[in-house]
């Protein structure tokens, strides 16, 4: 069962529609209102009701109509019909006109809370620009159009203008505001090789860029595609509301049928023209009006659908209602450390090669060919080293990998392992040429007669620390799940101020980790980068990717995605969870509490005005609207 509107207006804008109807049926009740107070003719009076009814119950009608034939369906909307009709039957028009008026209102005033979500997601596709300035072979400007961009055309972006495609940086030096994509209102600074997003705005260089990606599948587009699937996804409570939603639609048909049965056999007349709200027909029908569920069905995704927008808006994607709730309830918090609580980006350190008679260009080669094909956040810093010292990327036959512990292949004739000591074979080496303190990660490769060992210091992410206090401070466990080896796992640790954790993990034991906190009771969410975790994100109750400018691998397996690798954000998630499910809550008792005490009021106090069960009905459901749409403007507070 859906609210007031679900199936002929869902499209942007459709509120204007329902409020020109609404202030027509508005307009035509006040004539109708003022022709009988001037004792005018009553065929006027009559003919100006009836249009307004027409006007005010089109929607209804539609809607009511489409669940019935399609669906085999009673929902609020032919309840209000009913119940319009009713006001009629017992010569109350303008009652009915006062009713439809009201419903109508309130159904516009939901479509424009509704459009207000989704403005703020296609307020990100606003930005993204339509022509580009492309460079041809000869070096030479032409105004595309952006959809004609495709992978490896050459862009020119000049001060102040938006960035037509995701790219890398060529040429140039730059600050880019990214603040569409990632909430971060501070430019980033954009050099050669760096990656640039579409629809960021370049601020003061000029940038050649190479197009990596069609406007198609670019950050920009994957993210408000994601966003409008989390929208159209519904949150377990909704599923629940919409599960016994159409019973409570004929509970509340079948209760006021019951009370006008109950009202006839107690002696009360079906009519009453002397005093028509003293009559069955009308107290049953305004018992009708004031059971509908129309705020009820609306307390959840007035909410969830705000706080999708809100998110999205603070760099934080929320892969629909279920990751929005489930997140306010998590407990327990662990994490990836190497790109999560590290910057992600070590550096080389030292590069050892065993024995001192080996070919030491030969065995980094090997290396650098077998990582350069890998997306560990080691490898970036590895064949930097490697190339630094002259090694070249030969063809590797055979490739074969094992998450979490490493890769092999065959190179000039050599099969040759890059991972971990264990998975390499190779023998220890003694001694560390990394300073005490460090965070320092190895990565070894081995043909069985070569060792090498590459030394690697990463450093905590300025927000990790911060982050995890306030976790503490929400009584939120902090759990850190690593596969580097325990001295580096325990430097870190103790840096960032984590409460336990597990070093040496292959990607089945952070799996297994996560399960036993599970059995524990606990609500785990897992951070981490959505390629190597993915055995841990999947065991969580709640995956949370760093989204890495909105990578494929992040934005596919998390439920919710950090868009700007910022972890700070993961607070600023929960609290706008947990808002989210506060004003669900308030929806709800709102919703219930204004049904069941004006029932009471109905059927225990005869000559209840149907006006003000209308205005308890609506104001009910205009109050939830605006409860949920207040989310849009919820601002992140990171106080401990």
């Known amino acids: 069962m859906s609210g007031h509107h679900h199936h002929g ?26 022709t009988e107070l001037a004792a005018g003719p009553a065929w006027l009076r009559g003919a100006l009701a009836a249009a307004a009814c027409v006007a005010g119950a089109w929607e209804a009608a539609e809607e009511g109509w489409h669940a019935l034939r ?54 990100l596709l606003d930005r993204s ?7 041809g072979p000869d070096g030479a400007e032409a105004e595309v159009a ?109 209760a006021s049928a019951l009370f006008l049965v109950a009202l006839l056999l107690t002696g009360h007349p079906f009519r009453d023209a002397g005093d028509p709200a003293n009559s069955s027909l009308y107290r049953a029908m305004t018992l009708l009006v004031v059971l509908s569920p129309c705020a009820l069905v609306l307390s959840v995704p007035s909410a969830v659908l705000a706080a999708i927008a809100a998110g999205a808006r603070q ?83 055979g490739l074969s990998n094992s998450p979490g512990q490493g890769v092999a292949g065959t190179i000039a004739g050599a099969r040759w392992s890059v991972g971990t000591r264990e998975f390499t074979g190779a023998p220890e080496i003694p001694g560390a040429p990394v300073a005490a303190g460090a965070i320092v990660s190895e990565v070894w490769a081995s043909d069985g007669a070569v060792t090498v060992r590459a030394t690697l210091v990463d450093e905590i992410r300025p927000g990790s620390g911060p982050t995890l206090a306030a976790l503490h401070a929400r009584e939120i466990r902090t759990v850190m799940l690593t596969g580097d080896r325990e001295e580096a796992a325990a430097v870190a640790a103790r840096q960032v101020g984590i409460q336990s954790y597990g070093a040496a993990l292959t990607p089945d034991a952070k799996m297994a980790a996560i399960r036993r906190l599970s059995a524990e009771g606990r609500v785990v969410a897992m951070v981490g980068d ?55 809550r308030v929806n709800i008792l709102i919703s219930i509490g204004a049904a069941l005490g004006m029932a009471a009021y109905v059927v225990f106090r005869p000559g209840v005005p149907l006006s003000l069960g209308v205005g308890v009905h609506e104001g009910s459901t205009v109050l939830v609207c605006l409860n949920g749409l207040r989310l849009l403007a919820h601002r992140p507070r990171r106080a401990g």
Request: some cysteine; aromatic content about 4%; glycine content about 10%.
């Open 9 to 34: 207006h869902d499209q942007a804008g459709a509120w204007r529609t329902l409020a020109a109807l609404a202030l027509a049926c508005g307009l035509l009740g006040l004539g109708a209102l003022a």
């Open 70 to 123: 399609w669906h085999r369906r009673i929902d609020v909307h032919l309840l209000m019909l009913l119940a319009a009709a009713g006001a009629w039957i017992v010569g109350q028009p303008l009652e009915g006109v006062l009713l439809l008026f009201l419903f109508a209102t309130a159904g516009a005033i939901e479509h424009f809370a509704m459009d207000r979500t989704r403005g703020a997601i296609d307020a």
């Open 129 to 135: 620009p339509k022509r580009a300035r492309r460079l």
């Open 146 to 254: 952006v959809a004609t961009l495709v992978p490896g055309d050459r862009v020119v972006i000049l001060p102040g203008e938006l960035i037509p495609a995701d790219g890398e940086v060529l040429e140039g030096e730059s600050a880019v505001d990214e603040s569409t994509l990632t909430g971060e209102a501070k430019p980033a600074a954009k050099r050669r090789a760096d990656p640039v997003a579409g629809g960021t705005l370049n601020d003061w260089g000029r940038l050649v860029v190479r197009v990596t990606r069609a406007e198609q599948d670019s950050a920009l587009h994957r993210i408000v595609k994601l966003i409008r699937e989390a929208q159209e996804s519904k949150a377990p409570a909704q599923r629940a509301i919409d599960r016994w939603g159409d019973a409570y639609a004929i509970f509340t048909l079948s």
């Open 315 to 397: 760099g934080i994607l929320f892969r629909g209602g279920a990751a929005v709730e489930r997140l306010a309830d998590v407990d327990c918090v662990c994490f990836d450390k190497t790109g999560t609580l590290t910057a992600g980006t070590p550096a080389v350190a030292a590069l050892e090669v065993l024995p001192a008679s080996a070919d030491r260009r030969r065995a980094l080669s090997a290396l650098l060919s077998l990582e350069a094909g890998t997306t560990h956040p080691f490898a970036a810093g590895v064949v930097a080293a490697c190339r630094a010292e002259g090694a070249v990327q030969q063809e590797v036959q």
């Open 530 to 584: 959505g390629v190597n975790d993915a055995p841990g994100l999947a065991a969580a109750d709640v995956a949370i990717g760093m989204g890495g400018r909105g990578s494929d691998a992040a934005l596919e397996s998390s439920d919710v995605v950090l868009a700007d690798d910022r972890i700070e954000r993961l607070v600023d998630a929960i609290e706008l969870s947990r808002a989210a499910r506060r004003a669900i």
